[in-house]
């Protein structure tokens, strides 16, 4: 009863009022801390969560380090590995594909490259996770074989999936993002990636937040990243206030994709004996006490994670970006319920209800 | 070996009926060195000291007694209590005692061990009432202590605990199987009958 008032009141405040209210901010505030605890409680070194609304970013928290040795704290600009994240700007890419005429989604990816060993699998399949005949199709998170639409990207832009990526983040204005950590190696104009383009990589990557394992004791370890270049479903460098454009640029005009083409993804696919699988094209989609709820989750073993939810019915996205695995390590994320973190427990639980 | 025969000496030896005593010992003292995997421990609170306070009472014959034990930690999961509303830990637990013979420590202190298991109960709310939690688990403690009489009635006991639950279920309110685990050190007013 208490959790469905204080979620009613934090609605009606986000729609009503356009402006800080002092109820608001006490909201804003109480989600800091539960964030703050969260964080602590994971080990997490350095964390940015930022919430996203209607038209623009209504509230940043970084908290924590990005870098313990150096003492440099987190900020909404801290560049992240976003990991399996990359799986969404994949995703829109291939949609826009799709709404170009290039491909369809019940494409096989051998009409793309015969030699594929998913080349059975249709475009449609690959984004859902799923595999096996229509009907009966089965759901098994796999962001790996999202490399293999590499191949369906360069049919239909004529370039690879890093210099069509490069040329999205510059249209969204995602200056702080780089498509790969090898990126910066590349030597203009490969992958039609300008001198400007490369020094402002260098930029970006000279901020990115250290990776750290952390032990059962919370102890922190300077660590690797492991992914060093750009794939299908992997290797995307950005930050929160980037992702909040990218977001933006989904859910409002001029934009990215059609609205239909997004309504489309957004829908869980049908598996055997009508049940509804839990991923649709590139986000996981569920419902959370009857509101639709859309979101993706990204980690590198002791290094890295990250988990954006988006509820499109109250027009607000949560993101958030860590430089340790603690969003998402241990948790059953990848079976397609998020409300196993206590993250997005939180964000539901109070601004949805 | 030798050790061996000494405590089957002991516990053969014939406990003269007159040696045996009840005690009952209300307490108070301090749970420590805590760990738990509830997610709603959003202060991290399970770590911290935290006041306790609890009743025995023990049947002890020349060297072995039965014991039951009931302590209850208010809250165990608050530090500053801006997140968390409300929280408590109770433990009530049957243990077995092996203490030195009482003939032995006539006008000193007398040491035992005790060890057994029972059940623990733990509860917290959160402010957004989201991690709220009101779990019964199996538990186990082990530990020792010393009790002395001042009079033929009337004594002290210094106690320490290491109480952990076992047997927590993931309902995904924790970080895995849910589990609390505690030191507990107290003082008891020890009444003998």
């Keep these: 009863m208490r959790r469905s008032l204080l979620a009613l009141t934090a609605a009606i405040l986000l729609i009503v009022a356009r402006v800080p209210l002092h109820a608001d901010l006490l909201v804003y505030g109480l989600f800091g801390d539960y964030v703050d605890a969260l964080r602590a409680q994971a080990g997490i070194p350095g964390l940015t969560a930022t919430i996203v609304g209607a038209d623009d970013i209504i509230w940043e928290h970084p908290v924590g380090l990005q870098n313990i040795e150096r003492n440099v704290v987190a900020r909404a600009d801290t560049p992240y590995q976003v990991d399996g994240l990359t799986q969404v700007f994949m995703t829109t890419v291939v949609l826009a594909c799709v709404e170009n005429g290039s491909v369809t989604l019940d494409d096989p990816l051998s009409k793309f490259n015969p030699g594929n060993p998913d080349a059975g699998a249709t475009i449609r399949q690959i984004l859902t996770h799923t595999s096996g005949p229509a009907g009966n199709l089965v759901f098994a998170y796999r962001p790996d074989r999202f490399n293999s639409l590499v191949d369906v990207i360069s049919v239909c832009t004529n370039g690879s999936f890093r210099a069509t990526l490069a040329a999205g983040l510059n249209r969204v204005a995602m200056f702080d993002s780089v498509p790969g950590l090898d990126a910066v190696g590349l030597i203009p104009p490969a992958d039609g990636i300008s001198n400007q383009t490369i020094e402002r990589y260098a930029s970006a990557l000279q901020r990115l937040a250290t990776p750290y394992a952390v032990d059962a004791q919370k102890r922190a370890t300077l660590s690797q990243y492991k992914t060093t270049t750009l794939t299908g479903g992997s290797g995307l460098i950005t930050t929160a206030r980037d992702y909040a454009k990218f977001d933006l640029a989904l859910r409002t005009p001029p934009y990215l994709l059609r609205p239909e083409t997004l309504a489309a993804a957004w829908r869980p696919p049908v598996g055997a004996g009508g049940l509804l699988l839990p991923h649709g094209m590139g986000w996981f989609v569920q419902l959370y006490n009857g509101v639709p709820v859309i979101w993706q989750f990204g980690v590198s073993d002791n290094a890295s994670s990250s988990l954006v939810v988006t509820v499109p019915s109250r027009q607000l996205t949560l993101i958030l970006m860590a430089n340790s695995d603690g969003l998402v390590k241990s948790l059953p994320l990848a079976a397609g319920d998020v409300t196993v973190s206590p993250f997005a427990k939180v964000f539901l639980g109070t601004f949805v209800g | ?193």
């Design chain 2, 1 to 193: 070996m030798r050790v061996g025969l000494l405590v089957i000496a002991l516990l053969l030896m014939p406990s003269a009926r007159a040696s045996a005593e009840w005690q009952i010992k209300p307490f108070v003292g301090t749970i420590f060195a805590g760990t738990s995997t509830f997610t709603g421990d959003l202060e991290q609170a399970a770590g911290e000291r935290h006041v306790t306070a609890g009743v025995s009472g023990l049947f002890l014959g020349e060297v072995i007694g039965v014991e039951g034990d009931f302590g209850h930690v208010p809250r165990v999961f608050q530090s500053t209590g801006q997140l968390v509303l409300s929280s408590s830990a109770t433990t009530v637990t049957g243990n077995i005692v092996v203490a030195l013979p009482r003939r032995w420590t006539e006008y000193t202190l007398r040491p035992y061990f005790v060890g057994g298991g029972g059940v623990m109960n733990a509860q917290l709310d959160d402010k957004f009432h989201l991690f709220t939690v009101s779990s019964s688990m199996g538990a186990w403690d082990l530990g020792a202590g010393v009790t002395g009489f001042l009079s033929d009635r009337f004594g002290v006991s210094w106690d320490v605990r290491y109480f952990r639950s076992v047997g927590g279920r993931d309902e995904g309110l924790s970080l895995g199987p849910e589990q609390l685990s505690f030191w507990r050190a107290n003082m008891a007013l020890a009444i003998r009958y």
